[in-house]
């Protein structure tokens, strides 16, 4: 069973830093592309950020370019999203997901199926 858990959010303000961390287990780690996706009050969910586990290939939507990295740790089976240089319009729920058939959405190359609980970011002027 694929078992996603994402924590790290939190209250920061507008420049500070948070990072973010997804604990995966149930498959094999390397083999999918791990992301991130985020949803604000009244908006659609969008793609962040993923990371394919065989490769280290990332991707990364446009509005977190240069601020934004997602990293890996395969031997811990755990991604990491480091947010810098936070603005408001970044608070939302993020929610961890792996590359999976299921209830989901496309990002970039990869169908994202499977999800983490999600964890709060409110970023304030």
């Known amino acids: 069973e694929v078992r996603l858990v994402d924590s790290g959010g939190g209250q920061v303000q507008a420049g500070g830093s948070l990072r973010l961390s997804c604990a995966a287990s149930g498959f094999r780690f390397d083999d999918y592309a791990i992301g991130w996706f985020r949803q604000a009050p009244g908006k659609e969910r969008e793609g962040v950020a993923y990371i394919v586990g065989s490769t280290d290939t990332t991707y990364y939507a446009d509005s977190v370019k240069g601020r934004f990295t997602i990293s890996s740790d395969n031997a811990e089976n755990t991604v990491y999203l480091q947010m810098n240089s936070l603005k408001p319009e970044d608070t939302a729920v993020y929610y961890c997901?792996?590359?999976?058939?299921?209830?989901?959405?496309?990002?970039?190359?990869?169908?994202?199926?499977?999800w983490g609980q999600g964890t709060q970011v409110t970023v304030s002027s």
């Open positions: 997901a792996a590359e999976s058939a299921g209830l989901g959405a496309f990002f970039g190359s990869f169908f994202f199926g499977s």
